[in-house]
Every structure is written in C-alpha cells, then in structure tokens.
C-alpha cells in the first residue's frame, strides 16, 4: 500500500519549536518531489516549502524559520519549524509527486499558543 504519514505535530508556545515528519511506504521518498502544505480553519490551503531535485523553495512566511531535509535512509522528510508563531497553528500535510501519485497524508496538527 502506498501512503504518507506525517507526524510530529503538537501544541507549542510561540517561540517554540517543532519538527515534523513525513513517511512514506509502499514507494521511495528519493524519486519524488516532495511538499509541505498547511491549512487553517477558514483558510485557503498553502504551500509551505517543497523539495525537488535538490532544489528547495519556501514560503516568504517561513523563509529563515523552516527547514526542509531529507533522510532516504529513513525514506522521510522533515519539516524542521523555529520561531513558531500563531499564524503558524494549521494541519501540516505533505504531499509526494513524480512518477505515480501524487499521494497526500492525513496531515497532523500544529497548534502555536501561549
């Protein structure tokens, strides 16, 4: 079975830190370009930071804070979160695409409040 799962998510206070994760099976993280988005209630969905090809890009709300790595050993992808804000409380979800897919996760909770 091919899926993503995330985890890492949690209640932080602003300031904090978290660092998310996201898992796959079924399939090679490696051979795809991978995506972080977040969704806050009554927002749009946005994308937060992608990596493809060793190119890495971020939004202009995380730029300096978030950081995007991959660990093939594990077959993951971290999402590495410093500095978190309010702004930051969503459902992260990553997203895999390339030869097959795309293929989303359930997303997992990031709540930033004091």
């Known amino acids: 079975q091919l899926q993503l799962v995330e985890s890492g998510g949690g209640l932080v206070q602003p300031g904090g830190s978290l660092r998310l994760s996201c898992a796959a099976s079924?399939?090679?993280?490696?051979?795809?370009?991978i995506g972080w988005f977040r969704q806050a209630p009554g927002k749009e969905r946005e994308g937060v930071s992608c990596i493809t090809r060793g190119v890495i890009t971020y939004a202009d709300s995380v730029k300096g804070r978030f950081t995007i790595s991959r660990d093939n050993a594990k077959n993951t992808v971290s999402l590495q979160m410093n500095n978190l804000n309010v702004e930051d409380t969503a459902v992260y979800t990553c997203?895999?695409?390339?030869?097959?897919?795309?293929?989303w996760g359930q997303g997992t909770q990031v709540t930033v409040s004091s």
């Open positions: 997203n895999a695409w390339g030869s097959s897919g795309p293929y």
């Open positions: 079924g399939f090679t993280l490696d051979d795809y370009g």
